[in-house]
């Protein structure tokens, strides 16, 4: 486990899974919602966003989480050694963004750049939820089949598939 992608729904718990493993692994984590972007939820260009994501894809080590680009997405899904994915039931994907939403305004999301705007990504989040059940969501599940067979694959279906996972990996080290 020296590269591995944290991926899934909004709302899926990706951030916090990705910070639990680079705690394990000791592996660096870098989180795309800040490579992508800057304080204040401002998009930086995709192309500083691409050469950013291609610097991280060639380092030795890393947790990815997020989601990023389609554009990056599957090459950075093939380059890793490790996949997690985060398919939970789409009820609590949306009571998460909802969580997120309500605290985020005393709170910061973990992993969001600084002085993001909440109602504003919270709302993107619904938004795209929909769009990546529909869309995402059966290519993934194909995805995540056919690497099985070559990598080390985690399809987590449940939080406590999450909570079983983050044990495994602390007894393997």
């Known amino acids: 486990m020296q590269k591995v992608a944290v991926f899934g729904n909004a709302g899926a718990g ?32 995709s192309q500083e966003y691409k050469q950013a994501h291609a610097e ?13 680009s389609i554009d990056t997405l599957w090459l950075r899904l093939d380059r890793a050694d490790t996949l997690v994915y985060l398919d939970l039931p789409l009820p609590l994907h949306f009571w998460r963004v909802t969580k997120r939403m309500i605290t985020g305004f005393f709170v910061p999301p973990s ?10 990504s919270s709302l993107n989040s619904y938004r795209n939820l929909w769009l990546c059940h529909r869309k995402l969501t059966p290519k993934y599940r194909d995805y995540v089949a056919q690497a099985a067979k070559t990598r080390r694959v985690y399809h987590l279906r449940s939080p406590a598939q999450v909570e079983k996972f983050l ?4 007894h393997a080290l």
């Open 14 to 45: 990706k951030s916090t899974l990705s910070q639990q493993i680079a705690t394990i692994t000791n592996l660096p984590l870098h989180i795309l919602d800040r490579v992508q972007y800057q304080p204040g939820g401002v998009a930086v260009s």
């Open 56 to 68: 991280i894809l060639a380092s030795e080590q890393w947790v990815i989480d997020g989601f990023g």
């Open 111 to 120: 992993g969001w750049p600084e002085h993001s705007p909440i109602l504003k």
């Open 167 to 170: 044990e495994s990996i602390a």
